[in-house]
């Protein structure tokens, strides 16, 4: 397998081309953006910013990091994998984003499931630097940035994949940074993920959403996969971990987190849907 940097950055200031020179990106406007010295850039303006700072904090990073080595949720990346790699050619350079990487887990497992003959240019992409930071520390291969799904530093018609773990998709934006024929593959959670934490940390569980989420305008269905396993957590560090790392931490109230915390062993089903959608 070959693994390269994807390049085709675009100045998140006017959408110009940036051209990689010594330690910084440039535009022809002359905005500059230097590369840090563990490898990142931050194409996330300050005024695009809703925080100080935005997305998950250095402890949730931690912490997803920890549970995601683990291997609890290797069938999910597996999967992935698969619904990436599907119909790439293997005579030609593809190229794939992860918008919302996080620290990086899945777009890792990317990497080392790309056949010996195929090249495959790597953009990891998440509006917490924190992520950024962890994922730049672990993989020198990728171009990490740290940048926003609403506006991605990305040039037009550049990407062949688009991959979303469990993050906000802005279809247009996917929409316009895919080529024509490229796809997005989406993993959101199945109506059972996780059912049994929460059942523990909330009073009761709101009904499933049932029905398919639609397909994204411009945008046409492909099969969609689930997956289902069962996990066994075996102490309260890897319940902690599991919940700090979702959005279960800070939706849930403080006497259900006090319920989760005081749990040494957990048995989980896992359930997640894996779409994808191909860009007309």
């Not at 006017?14 to 905005?31: I, K």
């Not at 912490?63 to 599907?86: C, E, K």
Request: net charge neutral; with cysteine; proline share 7%.
């Amino acid at each position: 397998m070959s693994i390269i940097p994807f390049q085709a950055l675009a100045c998140p200031l006017d959408g110009l081309p940036l051209h990689c020179t010594g330690s910084a990106w440039r535009c022809a406007s002359d905005h500059s953006f230097d590369i840090a010295s563990q490898g990142y850039t931050n194409l996330l303006p300050v005024q695009n910013k809703r925080s100080r700072d935005p997305g998950d904090s250095k402890e949730m990073i931690a912490a997803r990091r920890r549970f995601l080595t683990a291997g609890f949720y290797q069938p999910i990346a597996a999967a992935v994998g698969r619904a990436v790699l599907a119909n790439l050619p293997a005579d030609a350079t593809s190229s794939c984003l992860d918008a919302g990487c996080g620290e990086a887990y899945y777009l890792r497992q990317l990497a080392a499931a790309v056949p010996d003959e195929q090249t495959l240019a790597l953009l990891g992409l998440d509006i917490s630097k924190w992520a950024v930071l962890a994922a730049a520390k672990q993989d020198k291969r990728v171009n990490w940035v740290v940048g926003s799904n609403a506006k991605l530093p990305v040039l037009p018609g550049t990407l062949d994949r688009v991959l979303c773990m469990f993050g906000f998709p802005v279809y247009p934006e996917f929409a316009r940074v895919l080529k024509a024929g490229g796809r997005l593959v989406q993993v959101d959670s199945g109506p059972d993920h996780l059912r049994e934490l929460r059942e523990i940390i909330y009073p009761s569980l709101k009904p499933e959403r049932t029905a398919e989420m639609p397909t994204p305008e411009g945008f046409r269905r492909l099969p969609t996969e689930t997956v289902r396993f069962a996990i066994e957590l075996t102490s309260a560090e890897q319940i902690a971990d599991l919940l700090a790392m979702t959005p279960h931490l800070y939706r849930a109230k403080a006497d259900g987190r006090a319920q989760a915390a005081a749990l040494t062993a957990l048995s989980l089903s896992v359930d997640v849907r894996l779409a994808c959608f191909e860009l007309n």
